[in-house]
């Protein structure tokens, strides 16, 4: 039985009715550019081929029903209660879009809808983003609505913004609806310019490996929003719209002082500039002289901005003494995974590497798998 045959059948199952149609988005793994979104700044993400799958099907009456293959129940609420609050745990996700979208002033009316996904939960590979981008797609054709990617993604971020209260920036939604095969997604989230970035690293003998170290994800209890809310602080008193902005760095420091606030902007503005030389080194066809920046960048989140944990920071130490070229967090930190940039014929080496290294200290094991750069949001059926 094909993926979208069960899917089909638990719609059928769930709702008594047959889906109009299956629509699938990735999650992500972000190459480099950490904590740069929601600071005006670059990003450049790929999708991946794990995602979230939604069936849908439009109702004649004002009733949202939603229901997950990896929970239990269904979750209903009528259109006119949708507020922040009134939907939590995964379904909140699903409920903010339809949320969004109506208070954008889109008709948005009743709909059954399932999801189905693969994302690993809590590795910061932005299964939440997924989720919100397949019932973005989903919504806006089963109603008609004429949304280009680019503004979905931005009612996609509203959704988690206000709706689930994570104040997350634009990088996930985008990445998830704007990403092509075999491509890095470019993006300057200021301006919301894209360009797509060839990165076929087979070609160059090399592989992108992903290890989720299973540590906890923990976002949500408050260290995001306050790191989202000390630049904020740290632009205001820098007299800049955002730390994009920044000109001068030891300047901008000196000004600041030996303090929190100037550490986090030293990583943010140093980020912002390792992307642009990542970059500029994949366009010229050299992925093998990326390595240096990625390991710059795990040393910058976990010196200056403190978002790693003892897990994440082994994984790296032991991809690097294995051979990777390069190896970093991946994602908003706190838990989750690192990726490597490793020779292809020697993923599994490192792979076995880290999880020894992980055994020794006493940590769970971790799990890994190569990342191939996958297609962006689309209808499947």
């Known amino acids: 039985m094909s993926a979208r045959t069960a899917l089909d059948g638990a719609f059928e199952s769930a709702f008594d009715g047959s889906a109009a149609g299956i629509w699938a988005a990735p999650g992500r793994v972000n190459l480099i550019g950490e904590h740069t979104d929601y600071n005006d700044g670059y990003v450049l993400p790929l999708a991946l081929p794990q995602g979230v799958a939604a069936a849908a099907a439009t109702r004649s009456d004002d009733l949202v029903r939603m229901a997950s293959r990896q929970a239990d129940g269904r979750v209903e609420v009528r259109l006119d209660a949708l507020k922040p609050g009134a939907v939590d745990g995964w379904a909140a996700y699903v409920a903010g879009v339809v949320w969004s979208l109506r208070e954008a002033g889109h008709e948005v009316g009743g709909l059954d809808i399932l999801v189905d996904g693969d994302v690993p939960l809590g590795a910061g590979l932005s299964s939440s983003a997924a989720l919100e981008c397949a019932t973005a797609l989903a919504v806006t054709e089963l109603f008609g609505l004429k949304v280009d990617r680019t503004a979905l993604a931005g009612l996609a971020q509203r959704a988690e913004n206000d709706f689930v209260g994570m104040p997350c ?41 992903v290890v989720d ?19 904020e602080e740290a632009a205001a008193k820098l007299g800049v719209r955002a730390l994009r902005d920044v000109e001068g760095l030891q300047a901008a ?12 902007v030293r990583h943010v503005v140093t980020e912002n500039a390792r992307v ?15 390595g240096p920046l990625l390991t710059a960048s795990h040393e910058s989140l976990r010196d200056d901005y403190e978002v790693t944990v003892p897990e994440l920071d082994k994984a790296v130490e032991a991809a690097l003494d294995a051979g990777a070229l390069g190896a970093r967090m991946t994602g908003g930190g706190f838990g989750g995974c690192v990726i490597a940039l490793v020779e292809a014929d020697a993923a599994d080496t490192v792979a076995e590497r880290v999880a020894g290294a992980f055994a020794a200290a006493g940590f769970g094991a971790p799990s890994s798998f190569v990342a191939q750069a996958g297609q962006g949001a689309r209808r499947i059926r």
């Open 276 to 290: 642009l030389a990542t970059v500029e080194r994949l366009r010229t066809g050299s992925p093998r002289d990326i």
């Open 169 to 209: 920036g634009i990088m996930d939604q985008s990445a998830s609806l704007l990403c092509t095969r075999e491509h890095l997604l470019f993006l300057d989230t200021r301006t919301s310019a894209t360009e797509q970035v060839p990165f076929d690293l087979g070609a160059h003998g090399l592989a992108l490996l």
């Open 253 to 264: 420091m000196d000004q600041l002082g030996d303090t929190v606030m100037a550490r986090r």
């Open 213 to 231: 170290t299973h540590a906890p994800h923990r976002l949500v209890d408050g260290e995001y929003a306050a790191r989202r809310r000390t630049c």
